[in-house]
């Protein structure tokens, strides 16, 4: 809806109102077209301002309504009508202009923002390109190279980097539409002359060709299958090499396309999942809605390692105090100096002061005694973690929280070390904590909703999002690993390399394949855990293992002193840090292993990469909901695609196992499992049949039937 009203005597106010971000909705539509045509058809008004009720001008079109049949009046037109009025109308901007909103914003005659605000075209993230006029208008402002680098990344700025880009007219610190109202007052009886965008010439460089040539260079790289990116770019050059109208039409021709795709449905899919993990429930049924978070003031952090200097950085850029431990001296000295230039680096980008007066060095446990809450980011070992567990038990008040962040190790086992286990829960960031999105926030079984409360809301505050995961080895995202990376290693036993591997998940969208992450994380770091899990067996190399297959190729390597990347051998060759080459040695490696072991190469086609590396993830992901580890497939979904670099536009492993069809993944499953019954993960889990048997419901119907399995177990 819109309210219209006349405020200060001659000017039309016209104000959306669909809270909570008034999205452009079929009655918001309904409401700008009925509203402005009042406003150009009163005699008494001389100029109009649109602006959004609740301090928020607008978050786009209803991403709701894409699914479904579009009714109400289209975006261009009524943006098309604003444009061309004879009386100046005003954009005022508060909160955001996103989208639609803001190609809303860019058909007004004047644009005044406050400086708080942000805009952005962020279509490219839901697999769109901004086609309300977004793509030929904002060129015709900024630029070609702003508008290329703002579309194809979809990034919100602020809105004095708005200014600089001739995006706004003005930013305030006050009202920003009491500001605007002034403003259209002054220019009522302005002519409107250079002020309609579309009428602009768009600003072309004389490179044009080469510039649109790195664009698409750069967008082919990084959007790893992803269409969006590339259909903004020929949209943008639509816009400088062809007049508007005809720009528009090709925009609407590319729009067609993205708007029915798999990509987009994926991408809309996973924006709204990355809001649902707020939602969070727990198997007592305790859920977000019921669960008070406890405001956290003094934080600690205890060992300054990389994942501990990561999360002190986050911590302090969210303006939360912290007391940063490190034992030693030496390393604690390293720790503050590393973190200092993280934090100057990230205020040179952000703008602003590093937040350096937040922390608090100290080689000492006790400064940590009234601190609310501590996260402790020493070695992953469960020994030292115990021991630590009970110091911070003792020394800490009472009612502080203790939290772990830990990759795999047990909750349980660890709150059973304090004197409070209901404050205890795990927090697993990923590396580069400071930068990756993602936390896993884990409750043990004894972790009480507050504390599970107040750590999800602490990683909102750090810019996290915080998915609520149950306790086993792993949790969700590495125990859903496991599986994954042992059909690599089974791979290369019957045939494959691996540049084979990684190039079949590489060109399905991951960022990295297996080999070239597990060369990333370190060898030495997975046959430690193995280790742990009392599966490693130096010098030897029997392939079973506790009852099941087993390769010991990652051992073997560990034992060869090839940890991956930090040695400059693993699975690949580095001769420099960062870029793997095929080694030579490793496929002799190979051949020989599997000569000792009489198998016989065969070749391997890229879909039996995938099927197997991929289902076996998925099967793991069925099980994990079937236990209640997550409580439904957004969850698993975020994670993956947050943390283990799980193409965006595939959605998540829940998700494409439902685009690609449940009873293919079965059946798969089941031809794997006959040729290698040795190994249960490619055991179908009883979740899976059952969906299946179900008739594989959509996605969002799972998790009653997920709730009718628990109650089966
Ligand atoms: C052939 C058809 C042609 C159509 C023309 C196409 C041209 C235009 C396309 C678009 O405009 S696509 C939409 C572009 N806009 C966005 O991508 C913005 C998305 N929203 C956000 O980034 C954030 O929500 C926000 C606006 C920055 C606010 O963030 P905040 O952290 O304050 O709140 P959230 O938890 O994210 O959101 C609150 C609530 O609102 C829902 N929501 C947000 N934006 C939209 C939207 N555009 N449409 C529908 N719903 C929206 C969000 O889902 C939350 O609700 P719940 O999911 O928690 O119920």
Known sequence: MAQYSRVSGNVGLI?????????????VRQGIVDTVKRALGDPEVKSVVICGQNGVFCGGADIREFGTHMTGPPLVPMIHAIEMADKPVVAA??????????????????????????????????????????????????????????????????TAEALKLSIVDQVTDYSAVDTAVKFAKSVAERSLDGRRVSERPCPCPPDVDALFEAAMQK?????????????????????????????????????????????????????????????WSLPSGARWDGSKPRPIRKTAVIGLGTMGRGITVSLAQAGLSVIAVEAQEKPLKEAQQAISGMLQRGAK????????????????????????????????????????????????????????????????????????????????????AHVMKLLEVVHGS???????????????????????????????????????????LFLLEEGATPEMVDGALE?????????????LSGIDVGWRVRKGEGLVQPGASVRVRQGRRYSPLGDLLYEQGRFGQKTGRGWYRYDNRHEAKPDPWLNNFLEDYRARHGLAARRIECQEVLERCLYTLINEGFRILEEGIAAGPE??????????????????????????????????????????????SLQPCSLLRRLVASGSPPIHKWRKIIKKTQSHL
């Open 507 to 519: 060109e399905f969208g991951f960022a990295m394949g297996l080999f070239r992450m597990s060369d």
């Open 349 to 432: 980008r952000r703008g602003g002061a590093p937040p350096l007066d937040l922390i608090t060095y100290s080689a000492n446990l006790q400064a940590v005694a009234d601190v609310d809450l501590v996260i402790e980011a020493v070695f992953e070992d469960v020994a030292l973690k115990k021991q630590l567990f009970q110091h911070l038990s003792a020394i800490c008040k009472p009612e502080a929280f203790l939290c772990t962040n830990t990759s795999a190790l047990d909750i349980d086992l660890l709150a059973s070390q304090s004197r409070h286990p209901e404050l205890v829960v795990g927090m697993h960031f990923f590396a580069p």
């Open 15 to 27: 104000t959306l109102q669909n809270p909570p971000v008034n999205a452009l909705s079929a009655a």
């Open 93 to 158: 901007i508060e909160g955001v202009a996103l989208g639609g909103g803001l190609e809303l914003a860019l058909g007004c005659h004047y644009r005044i923002a406050h400086t708080k605000a942000k805009v952005g075209l962020p279509e490219v993230t839901l697999g769109l390109l901004p086609a309300a006029g977004g793509t030929q208008r904002l060129p015709r402002l900024t630029g070609l190279p702003a508008a290329i680098a703002l579309i194809t990344t979809g990034r919100q700025i602020t």
């Open 635 to 680: 969850d698993i979904d975020v994670i993956y695609v947050l943390g283990y670099g799980w193409p965006k536009h595939r959605g998540g492993p829940m998700y494409y196992a439902s685009m690609v069809g449940l009873i293919k993944v079965l059946e798969r499953l089941e031809h794997y499992l006959r040729a290698h019954p040795d190994v249960p």
């Open 219 to 279: 967008v082919r790289q990084s959007a790893r299958g992803a269409i969006a990116p590339v259909a903004c770019v020929q949209a943008l050059q639509a816009a400088a090499t062809m007049p508007y109208a005809l720009g528009m039409q090709r925009e609407k021709e590319l729009m067609a396309t993205l708007f029915t795709s798999g990509q987009a449905r994926a991408l809309q899919y996973s924006f709204f999942a990355q809001r649902a993990v707020g939602r």
């Open 446 to 488: 004894r972790s009480s909703p507050e504390a599970v409360a107040t750590a999800m809301n602490l990683g909102k505050q750090m810019g996290k999002v915080g998915v609520a995961v149950g306790n086993c080895h792993g949790f969700v995202g590495n125990r859903m690993l496991k599986p994954y990376l042992e059909q690599g």
